[in-house]
Nanobody, 126 residues
Framework: QVQLVESGGGSVQAGGSLRLSCKAT????????WGWFRQAPGKEREGVAA????????SYADSVKGRFTISSDIAKNTLYLQMNSLKPEDTAMYYC???????????????????WGQGTQVTVSS
């Protein structure tokens, strides 16, 4: 049974930083999508960043490029999201998601993933 557990969320002021972690159990990264999504109240869930095709491919939403960095520690089965220069519009619940079966969807679409964590809240105040 795959379980994804996020941690590291919290409340920060604009310009601050947070590092999210996603600890996976029952799952081994093999190159399928492993990523982060976020959902703000009243908005659709959106893809933030993902790794895939082994260790070398990283993709980011335009809204976070240059500010967020996704990384992984395969030995620890943990995915990270370093978030710098946070803005109030980054406020959302952040979810870790993993794909274990290819679904023919892009990394930034929810339907591409078949496992989800419970989320960790990030709140950025101005």
């Amino acid at each position: 049974q795959v379980q994804l557990v996020e941690s590291g969320g919290g409340s920060v002021q604009a310009g601050g930083s947070l590092r999210l972690s996603c600890k996976a159990t029952g799952y081994t990264y093999t190159g399928y999508y492993w990523g982060w999504f976020r959902q703000a109240p009243g908005k659709e869930r959106e893809g933030v960043a993902a790794i895939y095709n082994g260790p070398g491919t990283f993709s980011y939403a335009d809204s976070v490029k240059g500010r967020f960095t996704i990384s992984s520690d395969i030995a620890k089965n943990t995915l990270y999201l370093q978030m710098n220069s946070l803005k109030p519009e980054d406020t959302a619940m952040y979810y870790c998601a993993a794909q274990t079966v290819a679904r023919g969807a892009y990394w930034y679409t929810s339907g591409a993933y078949n496992y989800w964590g419970q989320g960790t809240q990030v709140t950025v105040s101005s």
